[in-house]
C-alpha cells in the first residue's frame, strides 16, 4: 500500500527470508521461528472469533483441465514422472465435468465449443471412432462463419482447424513403458514440435487398455525384442523404426511435407 490508503488493514506479506530477518535483528533462526509460530497463534486466535466468509465450493473442469493438460505434456517433454503422476491424479479426481455450451468465443479459457472440437478430433485419430471426427466437423461447421470473421475470437477452435486440415499424424509406441529403449523412442517425439500428432504407447498385452479399445493396435509390433515406432496417418504406417534418429528423421520429413 504505497500511498498509505489502507494504514493497518493490509495483508501482510513475507519479503525477506527467515535467515535474512534472524541476521537483520541479530537473532538465532530458532528465535525467529518461534516469534514466527506465537504470532501466527495469536492472529488464529483473534481470526477465529470473526465470522467466517464464504466458501466457494464449486470446481471449474476448464481451470483443472488445464491444469492437467500442462502436467501431462511438461511431464511427458520434460520425462518428469512426478508430473505425469500428478496429471493422472488430477485426472482420476475430475469424475464430473462443468460445462457451459453458450459459450461463442475463446476467453482467458478456451471454450467448451472449442475445447469439445478439438478433443473429438483427437480422440477420433486415437480410436478411429468417425461419428466422433463428423461431430468436430459439425461443431467447426456451424462456427465457420465466426471463424472466417473474427478468428481471434476463436483461438483454440482455430487450432482444432488447423488440425482437422493439416490431419493428425499418430505415432505408436510398442515397447515396454520402462525400458531404456522406449524411453528412447518417446523422447525423440517429445524432443520435436509437433502440434498436430496422437502419441500412443502399447506393451501389445491383448489385456491392455488400448489395445481392448483399439484392435487395430494388435497389428503392430516390437521389431526382434526392442521398442518399435510406427508413424501412421488415418492408420495407415509407415514401415516401423527401432532407432530414435531414424524415427526423428521420419517425422520432420512428415512435417515438412504438410
Not at 471412432?129 to 477452435?157: C, G, H
Not at 505415432?171 to 513403458?177: D, E, L, M, P
Not at 514440435?193 to 504407447?201: A, E, I, N
Request: charged share 20%.
Amino acid at each position: 500500500d504505497p500511498q498509505g490508503e489502507l494504514q493497518g488493514q493490509n495483508v501482510l506479506i513475507v519479503r525477506y527470508s527467515v535467515e535474512l530477518t534472524a541476521a537483520r535483528f541479530g537473532i538465532t533462526v530458532e528465535k525467529v521461528n518461534h516469534l514466527l509460530a506465537s504470532a501466527r497463534a495469536k492472529m488464529a486466535d483473534m481470526r477465529i472469533t470473526r465470522p467466517r466468509p464464504h466458501l466457494d465450493t464449486k470446481m471449474l473442469a476448464s481451470w483443472n483441465g488445464l491444469m492437467l493438460s500442462a502436467f501431462a505434456r511438461v511431464g511427458a517433454v520434460l520425462g518428469d514422472e512426478a508430473l505425469l503422476e500428478r496429471a493422472k491424479q488430477a485426472g482420476n479426481f475430475l469424475k464430473e465435468h462443468l460445462m457451459s455450451c453458450n459459450k461463442y468465443q475463446d476467453g482467458a479459457e478456451p471454450s467448451a465449443n472449442s475445447v469439445s472440437a478439438s478433443n473429438l478430433l483427437r480422440l477420433s485419430h486415437y480410436t478411429g471412432n468417425q461419428e466422433w471426427l463428423q461431430k468436430s466437423q459439425q461443431l467447426l461447421t456451424a462456427f465457420s462463419d465466426r471463424l472466417a470473421r473474427v478468428p481471434i475470437a476463436l483461438p483454440e477452435m482455430v487450432r482444432a482447424l488447423m488440425a482437422q486440415h493439416y490431419t493428425l499424424k499418430q505415432i505408436v509406441i510398442c515397447g515396454q513403458r520402462d525400458d531404456s529403449d522406449t524411453a528412447g523412442l518417446l523422447a525423440a517425439v517429445n524432443s520435436l514440435y509437433l502440434p498436430f500428432k496422437v502419441l500412443m504407447l502399447t506393451d501389445g498385452s491383448p489385456e491392455s487398455f488400448l489395445c481392448q479399445r483399439l484392435p487395430v493396435l494388435s497389428s503392430m509390433f516390437q521389431l526382434d525384442g526392442v521398442a518399435t515406432a510406427h508413424v501412421c496417418q488415418d492408420f495407415t504406417c509407415s514401415l516401423p523404426v527401432t532407432d530414435p534418429q531414424e524415427l526423428r528423421r521420419l517425422l520432420l520429413d512428415g512435417a515438412t511435407d504438410s
